[in-house]
């Protein structure tokens, strides 16, 4: 059985940063793209980031380019989210998301594309 088991989070003031962590156990068939979606109140969970499964490809959303990075160890199936001058439009419930499709090829990806979904962590960002 695959978990994702997610880290980091929690409260910051607007232009602070966080990072938030993502380590898959349980998958033994090779390498899986890793990546993040959120979902504020009220709102549909919409895409944030992804590595694909050796790193050659990245994406992000629109509204996080330039602030947020993403990287992976490639010795696993683990990434990081480094999200810095964060906005309170940033606050939502991230979901980390594993795809072994092999289709994370720096375009947008739907959730749908991603069989293996974390338990979700808080991000709060104050004004």
């Known amino acids: 059985q695959v978990q994702l088991v997610e880290s980091g989070g929690g409260s910051v003031q607007a232009g602070g940063s966080l990072r938030l962590s993502c380590a898959a156990s349980g998958y033994t068939s090779g390498r899986l793209c890793m990546g993040w979606f959120r979902q504020a109140p009220g709102e549909e969970r919409e895409e944030v980031a992804y590595i694909s499964e050796y790193g050659n490809y990245v994406y992000f959303a629109d509204s996080v380019k330039g602030r947020f990075t993403i990287s992976r160890d490639n010795s696993k199936n683990a990434a990081s989210l480094q999200m810095n001058s964060l906005k309170p439009e940033d606050t939502a419930i991230y979901y980390c998301?594993?795809?072994?499709?092999?289709?994370?090829?720096?375009?947008?990806?739907?959730?749908?594309?991603?069989?293996?979904w974390g338990q979700g962590t808080q991000v709060t960002v104050s004004s």
């Open positions: 998301a594993a795809s072994n499709t092999g289709r994370c090829e720096g375009t947008r990806a739907a959730a749908s594309l991603f069989a293996y």
